[in-house]
């Protein structure tokens, strides 16, 4: 039984991802309820193809175009290049809830990337999330750098943090306003699967972007970055999740993902203030946020 689960874009398209495998492999009921969507029987008339195929193993064409391959897991091109494949359960894992956590990011971050090669004009950002009075902040910056630092304390002086990791940015409304949602990481499933959801209806407008960095007064800061310094920031949170794998595409479809991820970042970059947050490990964040943004 082939199903699909379809997040929408503001302006008529949509990334898809489709399940042609058995529910106890890949559980995608499950993923269906961490997106707040409801799975859909497939069928070939469908106008947008899928992105992202979940299939077992032995349903893999000989002829694909293999980008990662473990014993569990393989990740494939379909011989034309229109849709990734994604093959699990090659051996059974030896923690099953977090594999299928894995599966499930794993399924988001190549839905997003062949959306982008399909033409959609949305993307996903390793980013942290917060919720503020105007509409969604992005903080962004190198892993270990203390985006769940910044998230946690966010969350302990009463703030709202819909997500630590990833974000998708979905640039299509008519009205020219970007919007942002939160998207589910195999770290935040694996600590807290009952705890987190991660609705794909739900969003806010990007209200900010800041960089991150550590404080050297013993207070948190906001300073300015130049122009060139912002965007290489911003440039590397956006191509994070598509970094290793664009690297073994044709060199069109490279450049294609590479031109596209370096428009939408200008087109962010442009809207506001080239600024880092410098931050500490206490203190009411959401204050300084709130009173300073």
């Keep these: 039984m082939t199903r699909r689960l379809t997040i929408p874009l503001h302006g008529g398209g949509r990334i898809a991802i489709r399940a042609n495998a ?46 990662k391959s473990t014993p569990l897991t393989e990740i494939a091109f379909n011989p034309d290049w229109s849709r990734i494949l994604l093959a699990s359960w090659k051996k059974k894992p030896p923690r099953v809830s977090y594999y299928i956590c894995y599966i499930w990011q794993t399924a988001v971050i190549f839905a997003g990337m062949n959306a982008i090669l399909r033409g959609e004009n949305a993307v996903l950002v390793h980013c942290a999330i917060l919720e503020t009075s105007a509409g969604a902040l992005l903080i962004f910056g190198e892993s270990g750098m203390g985006k769940s630092t910044v998230s946690a304390r966010w969350r302990d002086h009463g703030g709202k943090c819909l997500s630590d990791d990833m974000a998708l940015l979905d640039f299509t409304a008519p009205d020219g306003l970007v919007r942002v949602r939160r998207m589910p990481t195999w770290s935040a499933c694996r600590e807290a699967l009952n705890e987190w959801n991660y609705p794909a209806a739900d969003e806010l407008p990007l209200a900010g972007l800041l960089a991150l960095g550590r404080s050297e007064s013993g207070r948190d800061e906001l300073v300015p970055l130049s122009p060139a310094q912002f965007f290489a920031q911003c440039y590397r949170s956006i191509f994070y999740w598509n970094l290793f794998y664009a690297k073994l595409l044709p060199e069109q479809m490279q450049a294609f993902l590479i031109d596209r991820i370096r428009s939408q970042t200008e087109f962010i970059t442009k809207r506001f203030p080239p600024r880092a947050l410098l931050t500490v490990l206490e203190g009411d964040i959401v204050k300084f946020i709130e009173d300073n943004l």
């Design 22 to 67: 058995p529910e106890e492999a890949i559980h995608f009921d499950g993923f269906a309820e961490l997106l707040g969507l409801t799975p859909s029987f497939d069928s070939d008339a469908e106008d947008v193809p899928a992105d992202v195929e979940l299939v077992l193993p032995d349903a893999m064409p000989e002829d694909r175009h293999i980008l």
